[in-house]
């Protein structure tokens, strides 16, 4: 079964930084573009960031210049490097798996939390 682990969240001050990933299992990873979301409490979740199969790099224009989608397809792992942090940035994160044949983003992780204090 398909599975997405998320860690790396945690507790920083503003202007700090922190490296979120996303490890999966139960799929073939390379064939699937992954993304990056988040939800604010009482908010919507949002898009914050996606890699394609091939790479190829998206992101919200609230995080442009200061957050960082990657993949490791040896290792089966997506990361968000954020830099910057902003108290706005505060959210649960959720990586996700988009096979681009179907549903959009039909796996999701469980999310981890990113707390960024003023």
């Known amino acids: 079964q398909v599975q997405l682990v998320e860690s790396g969240g945690g507790l920083v001050q503003a202007g700090n930084s922190l490296r979120l990933s996303c490890a999966a299992s139960?799929?073939?990873?390379?064939?699937?573009?992954m993304g990056w979301f988040r939800q604010a409490p009482g908010k919507e979740r949002e898009f914050v960031a996606a890699?394609?199969?091939?790479?190829?790099?998206y992101y919200a224009d609230s995080v442009k210049g200061r957050f960082t989608i990657s993949r490791d397809n040896a290792k089966n792992t997506v990361y968000l490097q954020m830099i910057s942090l902003k108290p706005e940035d505060t959210a649960v994160y959720y990586c996700?798996?988009?096979?681009?044949?179907?549903?959009?983003?039909?796996?999701w992780g469980q999310g981890t939390q990113v707390t960024v204090s003023s």
């Open positions: 890699i394609s199969r091939g790479g190829t790099r």
């Open positions: 996700a798996a988009d096979s681009t044949s179907g549903t959009p983003y039909e796996y």
């Open positions: 139960g799929l073939t990873f390379r064939n699937y573009a």
